[in-house]
């Protein structure tokens, strides 16, 4: 499990592979909430995540909640089915900027 923050545009850009769970989420808040300290706008790119749990889910509304609460943005970047499936489920999908690439969630922030 891998996270790294990069700038893009100004924006905040938290990139993630492989499983996201229990176990990787303690480092997934604090990836995603140092991003969080530099950026008010977020891209989570998930396009290289297999799996994700509720933990994780719980982590990304966590971060939308913080981006609203300063006025900033939140997006996330999904292509696995079986990823985007879970946050159809959940109804996420109604709540979170979705895309399928960084640079179309970088555009519409």
């Known amino acids: 499990m891998a996270f790294t923050i990069d700038t893009v545009g100004g924006y905040g850009v938290v ?14 808040r604090e990836t995603v909430g ?42 996330v970047v999904v292509t696995d089915e079986r990823v985007r499936r879970v946050f159809r489920i959940t109804g996420l999908d109604k709540v979170f900027a979705m895309f399928e690439t960084v640079e179309a969630a970088l555009a519409a922030l």
């Not at 990139?15 to 997934?28: N, Y």
């Not at 140092?34 to 933990?55: G, I, K, N, Y």
């Open 34 to 75: 140092a991003a969080l300290d530099e950026h008010d706008r977020l891209v989570v790119d998930l396009s290289a995540v297999t799996f994700l749990d509720s933990v994780t889910l719980g982590v990304l509304i966590g971060a939308y909640n913080r981006t609203k609460e300063s006025g900033g943005a939140f997006a």
């Open 15 to 28: 990139r993630a592979e492989g499983e996201l769970d229990v176990g990787t989420a303690t480092q997934m």
